[in-house]
């Protein structure tokens, strides 16, 4: 089957890299993946992304081949051109219609592309602007498409009810997920189905890079509020004061790095703190295979504005190679986390944070159980394999229809 993936910025950037495995699984399965970024950062900075470069229709937002190709598609077929964009103008709030307004050529480019590639279903990732693209595109070649909502994006509610009942198929990553769409569906919507992100399980365990008595943790997430990293702060300092001997790497960047940072100096943890900074995803990878991490923790929280977690890639990935999972209880994260496969704590509070890691540093029967039961987790629910191959029979499904 030929699939378009349409994605954020995905193979270049920064993010998104929990699509590597995604995309690498259907295409074992003998599917043609192509992908189609709604806008184009300048680099791949993800190594294990880079093969995937062949595949891309890499076209900026706005360009004179997009201009081009939508004014032959305005030419073609001007009146359901016109329908379109009248759909674009129920926008909510003037701020999402220009995001929509602004992606409306690029639609209409994508519907060439799709076309010209002989694209069967067309796949998008995330509830927003890149859904206008297949809204767009599928309504007007009418190949089928269909979107994974992850978590900001349903939120956002950019014409959420209207992708609803025009997509063929609506993928949730979690339950919270599933139940938020179709609270904001309505008569006529799709019921969205859960089908999680999947990683690549690693063949074998992890060793331990040392036996040495530092305790490593990683937190790897863009530092923004909703991750809740001042929290883990908090409760390092906390361990500190106790007598243990505990390092944290911070793999991400983002708005909140200064504020971060301040706040390590303020409590005098900055030796005990890591600001890596962007880590390509394949260098997690291998820091997880090798063992460097003791475990991977995650204190996220619902913030004032109501975003919220849907389920961490890097807490799957963590779990796929038997490192134990300490986070909190908020979004999808007890969705990931049920039957004791991590250790939760409350949102919001360090002292519950600094006593889960203290029980782990302190337990290595319960570091192992969490390791086992975090891996079979995934293995059960959270295969990449296993979710490309119910995709694909989604996808099908819609094709045939």
Same mark, same amino acid.
């Given at each position: 089957?030929?699939?378009?993936?349409?994605?954020?910025?995905?193979?270049?950037?920064?993010?998104?890299?929990?699509?590597?495995?995604?995309?690498?699984?259907?295409?074992?399965?003998?599917?043609?993946?192509?992908?189609?970024?709604?806008?184009?950062?300048?680099?791949?900075?993800?190594?294990?992304?880079?093969?995937?470069?062949?595949?891309?229709?890499?076209?900026?937002?706005?360009?004179?081949?997009?201009?081009?190709?939508?004014? #032959?598609?305005?030419?073609?077929?001007?009146?359901?051109?016109? #329908?379109?964009?009248?759909?674009?103008?129920?926008?909510?709030?003037?701020?999402?219609?220009?995001?929509?307004?602004?992606?409306?050529?690029?639609?209409?480019?994508?519907?060439?592309?799709?076309?010209?590639?002989?694209?069967?279903?067309?796949?998008?990732?995330?509830?927003?602007?890149?859904?206008?693209?297949?809204?767009?595109?599928? #309504?007007?070649?009418?190949?089928?498409?269909?979107?994974?909502?992850?978590?900001?994006?349903?939120?956002?509610?950019?014409?959420?009810?209207?992708?609803?009942?025009?997509?063929?198929?609506?993928?949730?990553?979690?339950?919270?997920?599933?139940?938020?769409?179709?609270?904001?569906?309505?008569?006529?919507?799709?019921?969205?189905?859960?089908?999680?992100?999947?990683?690549?399980?690693?063949?074998?365990?992890?060793?331990?890079?040392?036996?040495?008595?530092?305790?490593?943790?990683?937190?790897?997430?863009?530092?923004?509020?909703?991750?809740?990293?001042?929290?883990?702060?908090?409760?390092?300092?906390?361990?500190?004061?106790?007598?243990?001997?505990?390092?944290?790497?911070?793999?991400?960047?983002?708005?909140?790095?200064?504020?971060?940072?301040?706040?390590?100096?303020?409590?005098?943890?900055?030796?005990?703190?890591?600001?890596?900074?962007?880590?390509?995803?394949?260098?997690?990878?291998?820091?997880?295979?090798?063992?460097?991490?003791?475990?991977?923790?995650?204190?996220?929280?619902?913030?004032?504005?109501?975003?919220?977690?849907?389920?961490?890639?890097?807490?799957?990935?963590?779990?796929?190679?038997?490192?134990?999972?300490?986070?909190?209880?908020?979004?999808?994260?007890?969705?990931?986390?049920?039957?004791?496969?991590?250790?939760?704590?409350?949102?919001?509070?360090?002292?519950?944070?600094?006593?889960?890691?203290?029980?782990?540093?302190?337990?290595?029967?319960?570091?192992?159980?969490?390791?086992?039961?975090?891996?079979?987790?995934?293995?059960?629910?959270?295969?990449?394999?296993?979710?490309?191959?119910?995709?694909?029979?989604?996808?099908?499904?819609?094709?045939?229809?």
């Amino acid at each position: 089957m030929k699939l378009l993936y349409v994605t954020s910025t995905f193979p270049y950037g920064v993010g998104e890299g929990f699509l590597v495995s995604e995309i690498a699984a259907l295409t074992r399965l003998g599917n043609e993946v192509a992908i189609a970024p709604l806008r184009r950062p300048r680099r791949i900075l993800h190594a294990d992304a880079r093969e995937l470069r062949a595949r891309v229709e890499a076209e900026p937002l706005l360009s004179w081949r997009v201009l081009a190709s939508a004014l #032959g598609e305005i030419l073609r077929r001007p009146g359901t051109c016109a #329908g379109l964009l009248l759909k674009l103008l129920r926008s909510r709030s003037p701020r999402i219609l220009a995001k929509n307004l602004a992606a409306f050529p690029k639609g209409l480019w994508l519907a060439r592309r799709a076309r010209d590639l002989g694209v069967e279903h067309i796949h998008v990732h995330w509830a927003a602007t890149t859904a206008t693209l297949g809204l767009v595109a599928g #309504g007007l070649t009418g190949i089928p498409w269909s979107f994974t909502a992850h978590r900001w994006d349903i939120a956002e509610d950019n014409l959420l009810a209207l992708k609803l009942r025009r997509a063929s198929y609506v993928r949730a990553i979690n339950e919270l997920g599933a139940r938020e769409l179709t609270h904001r569906g309505g008569d006529g919507a799709q019921v969205p189905e859960v089908v999680h992100m999947g990683v690549e399980l690693p063949p074998i365990a992890a060793a331990r890079e040392s036996e040495d008595l530092v305790f490593r943790i990683l937190t790897a997430a863009f530092l923004l509020e909703v991750k809740g990293h001042a929290d883990l702060v908090d409760a390092l300092a906390l361990l500190v004061a106790r007598g243990h001997t505990v390092e944290w790497d911070v793999a991400g960047d983002g708005p909140l790095r200064g504020r971060l940072l301040e706040k390590v100096a303020d409590l005098g943890v900055e030796e005990r703190v890591h600001m890596l900074g962007f880590v390509p995803h394949h260098e997690l990878l291998s820091g997880m295979r090798n063992g460097k991490w003791a475990a991977v923790v995650l204190p996220s929280i619902e913030t004032a504005s109501g975003v919220r977690e849907g389920i961490p890639a890097s807490l799957i990935e963590a779990m796929a190679h038997w490192i134990p999972v300490v986070a909190t209880a908020t979004g999808g994260i007890p969705e990931l986390l049920e039957g004791d496969a991590g250790l939760l704590v409350p949102p919001r509070d360090s002292v519950a944070l600094a006593d889960a890691l203290e029980r782990l540093i302190g337990d290595e029967e319960l570091r192992q159980g969490l390791a086992c039961r975090g891996r079979a987790r995934v293995e059960r629910d959270f295969s990449a394999g296993l979710v490309a191959a119910r995709l694909q029979e989604r996808f099908q499904a819609r094709v045939k229809a």
